[in-house]
């Protein structure tokens, strides 16, 4: 390993978002760090020499912890400059709707939450002292969802993604004292595969006219972990089009 590279802990990195932000984490020399619940995509080409990647259940707290050993035992005394909480699920009932207040089993709702929420807990937890060491940031990928009503999101993902954003701030005023800054993500209707066709309806509502891409989601989790956010934290960034405006 060379001294000047820096290492990023990504989760949730096999598509979507998280799959666009390790790209480009790997196209700006960094060394990536990710988990998923399967393998890297071979499509990927990342380079095995820099890379490490760990199948890992996020939502399970056993998978968590051994994930964190694996990752700190690769680190050794390296620093670790950025964790990307990027990981989350947005379930539906056996009917196919969306968990909600008045239905769904509400251990599919811990279920959520331990994903959605807890796990990124787990894992600033488990990479406190690495991110110390490389005065390193955090960035929660919250939702538009967690602040106002989503006619798709579902109770149970919105209330979920709310919580994340408290935790934001919470972690922006403990970890300050590490000297690691906390900011999050707020996405609004980005082209992935959790987008279904019905979403096309919410355009009209965008003022930017269109649905945002992966990739524009990735460059401003990126700028959060670069030295150009150096003295920002504490901070959710909107990446909406607008969306949230309305």
């Not at 989503?150 to 935790?167: Q, R």
């Not at 403990?174 to 987008?195: C, Y």
């Amino acid at each position: 390993m060379t001294d000047h590279r820096k290492t990023v802990v990504i989760t949730g990195a096999s598509r979507g978002i998280g799959h666009a932000t390790a790209l480009l984490f790997f196209e700006r020399d960094w060394e990536i760090i990710t988990c998923a619940r399967g393998a890297v995509p071979p499509e990927c080409g990342r380079d095995p020499r820099w890379t490490l990647h760990v199948p890992t259940d996020l939502s399970n707290a056993e998978s968590t912890a051994a994930f964190v050993k694996a990752v700190n035992a690769h680190l050794g005394e390296r620093p670790l400059h950025a964790l990307v909480n990027n990981a989350g699920v947005s379930p539906k009932t056996s009917f196919k709707e969306r968990l909600g207040c008045l239905n769904g089993d509400l251990n599919a709702w811990r279920e959520v939450f331990e994903l959605n929420f807890f796990a990124g807990l787990r894992l600033a937890r488990g990479f406190a002292s690495a991110l110390h060491r490389g005065q390193g940031a955090i960035v929660n990928i919250t939702s538009i969802a967690g602040h106002a009503i989503h006619p798709f999101a579902g109770s149970a993902y919105s209330i979920s993604k709310a919580a994340l954003s408290a935790l934001t701030r919470e972690m922006a005023n403990e970890f300050a004292a590490l000297g690691v800054r906390v900011n999050a993500v707020a996405p609004g209707e980005i082209e992935t595969e959790m987008v279904q066709p019905e979403y096309e309806v919410l355009i009209p509502r965008i003022p930017l006219g269109r649905m945002g891409t992966a990739r524009e989601t990735a460059t401003t989790i990126y700028f959060l972990c670069s030295e150009d956010s150096s003295y920002v934290t504490g901070t959710e960034i909107w990446v909406t089009g607008g969306q949230h405006m309305l």
